[in-house]
């Protein structure tokens, strides 16, 4: 399986560089994969989402779609795609140190 | 990756459920990958764009083979609506939406939507027909201009 060095912090990950162990996440990883996919600094509104996603896959045991996230108040569908350009669905998830999702939705 | 797409731009013509849920999907997840979508209603699947039809847009049970059913079956009354809201309680759980969040989340989502002018002429519409994700009504020239240089998909 593959490995990422982040700082001091050596993480598993997928082919795609989703990370395979959730205990090995930190907010330290998740600024630092951040920053590998364009987003210099994550702000508050970034980690409201992280957080919710969190919850959700520990409620649900599933990543939540776009509309979910939409709908639970937490963020808007334009405001996800202004704090994660270019596939907010996919690049939250990775830096929540989550799986890919698998939606098509 | 230099053999990505970056930009496609789908045609949805036909009415129905399954006529313009395809071209959703295809565009909004187009949008979830970062890629540069547009959506071009023409002919019936303007429905999905009509403010009066896009939230009563149902599944059709007669000639179509896809129902696995005798068209005669698919004539009672009401048949198609019972077949629509069985699909739709499906879709919702699998979290796909309704038409007309499905087009807000998409124009949300930064697909760019527009309304085919030929249509407009023969139904006789008006820009205040349509929801207001529509951002203008246009003819098949313009549509190529702003499908330059992208994949074109016709559903």
């Given at each position: 399986?593959?490995?990422?060095?982040?700082g001091?912090a050596?993480?598993?990950v997928d082919a795609?560089g989703?990370?395979?162990?959730?205990?090995q996440?930190?907010?330290?990883?998740?600024?630092?994969i951040?920053?590998?996919?364009?987003?210099?600094?994550l702000?508050?509104?970034?980690?409201?989402v992280?957080?919710f996603?969190?919850?959700?896959?520990k409620?649900?045991g599933?990543?939540?779609s776009?509309r979910?996230l939409?709908?639970?108040?937490?963020?808007?569908?334009?405001e996800l795609y202004?704090l994660f350009?270019?596939?907010?669905?996919?690049?939250?998830?990775?830096?929540?140190?989550?799986?890919?999702?698998e939606?098509c939705? | 990756?230099?053999?990505?797409?970056?930009?496609v731009?789908i045609?949805?013509?036909?009415?129905?459920l399954?006529?313009?849920?395809?071209?959703l999907?295809?565009?909004?997840?187009?949008?979830?990958?970062?890629?540069?979508?547009n959506?071009?209603f023409?002919?019936?699947g303007m429905d999905?764009i009509?403010?009066?039809?896009?939230?009563?847009?149902?599944i059709?049970?007669v000639g179509n083979p896809?129902?696995?059913?005798?068209?005669l079956a698919?004539?009672l009354?009401?048949?198609?609506?019972f077949?629509t809201?069985?699909?739709?309680?499906?879709?919702d759980?699998?979290d796909?939406?309704p038409?007309p969040?499905?087009?807000?989340m998409a124009?949300d989502?930064?697909c760019?939507?527009?309304?085919?002018?030929?249509?407009v002429?023969?139904?006789?519409?008006?820009?205040?027909d349509?929801?207001p994700q529509v951002?203008?009504?246009i003819?098949?020239?313009?549509?190529?201009?702003?499908?330059?240089g992208?994949h074109i998909i016709f559903t």
């Amino acid at each position: 399986m593959p490995q990422r060095l982040f700082g001091t912090a050596t993480i598993d990950v997928d082919a795609d560089g989703f990370m395979t162990d959730f205990a090995q996440w930190t907010r330290e990883v998740a600024a630092a994969i951040a920053k590998e996919e364009g987003i210099v600094e994550l702000t508050p509104a970034h980690w409201k989402v992280i957080e919710f996603m969190h919850k959700e896959f520990k409620e649900n045991g599933q990543v939540p779609s776009i509309r979910k996230l939409n709908k639970s108040g937490v963020v808007t569908t334009k405001e996800l795609y202004d704090l994660f350009p270019g596939g907010p669905a996919k690049k939250a998830a990775k830096i929540a140190g989550m799986k890919k999702p698998e939606g098509c939705v | 990756m230099e053999d990505q797409i970056k930009k496609v731009s789908i045609i949805i013509s036909k009415g129905g459920l399954d006529g313009v849920y395809p071209g959703l999907i295809m565009a909004n997840g187009a949008r979830m990958e970062g890629i540069e979508a547009n959506l071009f209603f023409t002919f019936f699947g303007m429905d999905a764009i009509t403010k009066k039809r896009m939230g009563k847009i149902k599944i059709a049970t007669v000639g179509n083979p896809g129902m696995h059913m005798p068209s005669l079956a698919g004539i009672l009354p009401g048949f198609s609506a019972f077949a629509t809201s069985m699909m739709m309680k499906t879709m919702d759980k699998i979290d796909i939406p309704p038409v007309p969040e499905y087009i807000e989340m998409a124009a949300d989502a930064g697909c760019k939507l527009y309304a085919c002018k030929a249509t407009v002429d023969m139904f006789k519409l008006k820009k205040e027909d349509f929801c207001p994700q529509v951002d203008s009504i246009i003819n098949v020239g313009k549509f190529y201009e702003i499908a330059a240089g992208g994949h074109i998909i016709f559903t």
